[in-house]
């Protein structure tokens, strides 16, 4: 399991005991193997970005209510805003090559090893895209009437979205935790919308300029003043436009995965 822990400790204004919030992470990684030391995976690296962005939410909260500072207080489609934002920073050549090196002699990351994460990314985007949209439907539009069989929906919803047809005897339900266990429930179409939310956020820095420092600085400072200041204080919608300035498009989110056709 892969969390963020928080504890508010936002106090009131009157100035005597203000502390600042705390937030630990959790992750799981691979075991270091005879004398070789614990070597992170490239997922595990995604992980540790992810999970960052939701501790960098917490500890940059500027809210002094605890039930909406920080992480606390956050709908649903925006929670994982800050979090999917951090990964994107995984696949920016200058930051990776930073930290990937190689253990024993230093050596950064080939270049041809970078092209094929590049490619990786992009790889039956749409095909996963698809999935998303499909489990996001399971709950919404499945179970109702009660009196259909829970094994028959999948595949009623998979007959007029997916392009490959489930097989007859799947089962895919059973182990699909996060709309039963998982606290998500109809609310499962969040993680694509954060993926929305997050790729237009990061396209900001884009549009300023990867490589111009000071623009990244000015970008990551309204980021920090609006999206992992403003917490749950404010309607997610509201907290959005005041950082990009106006409501969010999946333009940058089809960009990222290779799905929008660019014309000259």
């Not at 595990?44 to 920080?70: R, S």
């Not at 069989?149 to 998979?158: E, G, I, Q």
Request: contains cysteine; hydrophobic residues 40%.
């Amino acid at each position: 399991m892969d969390e963020v822990v928080s504890r508010s400790r936002v106090m009131s204004r009157n100035g005597t005991t203000s502390r600042l919030p705390i937030a630990h992470m959790v992750c799981n990684q691979t075991p270091p193997f005879g004398d070789k030391p614990s070597l992170m995976t490239f997922r595990e690296v995604e992980t540790v970005f992810h999970e960052f962005g939701h501790a960098l939410q917490h500890m940059l909260t500027k809210q002094d209510e605890g039930l909406v500072a920080g992480i606390r207080g956050i709908e649903w489609d925006a929670v994982e805003l800050p979090s999917q934002f951090m990964e994107n920073w995984c696949y920016h050549r200058d930051t990776l090559m930073s930290i990937a090196k190689h253990y024993e002699t230093g050596e950064s990351l080939p270049e041809e090893v970078y092209l094929k994460l590049l490619a990786a990314r992009t790889f039956r985007a749409g095909s996963l895209s698809l999935r998303q949209g499909i489990s996001a439907l399971l709950y919404m539009l499945g179970w109702y009437p009660v009196r259909i069989s829970y094994l028959n929906v999948p595949h009623r919803v998979s007959r007029k979205t997916q392009v490959i047809p489930p097989l007859p005897e799947d089962r895919f339900l059973c182990s699909f935790n996060h709309i039963f266990a998982g606290g998500y429930a109809a609310g499962y179409y969040s993680y694509k919308w954060a993926e929305v939310l997050s790729a237009d956020a990061f396209s900001a820095f884009e549009d300023a300029g990867l490589d111009d420092i000071k623009a990244v600085q000015e970008t990551g400072h309204k980021f920090r003043e609006t999206i992992l200041a403003l917490g749950g204080g404010k309607a997610p919608l509201e907290v959005f436009v005041g950082f990009r300035g106006r409501e969010p498009s999946p333009e940058a989110l089809l960009r990222h995965n290779g799905l929008l056709q660019v014309t000259a």
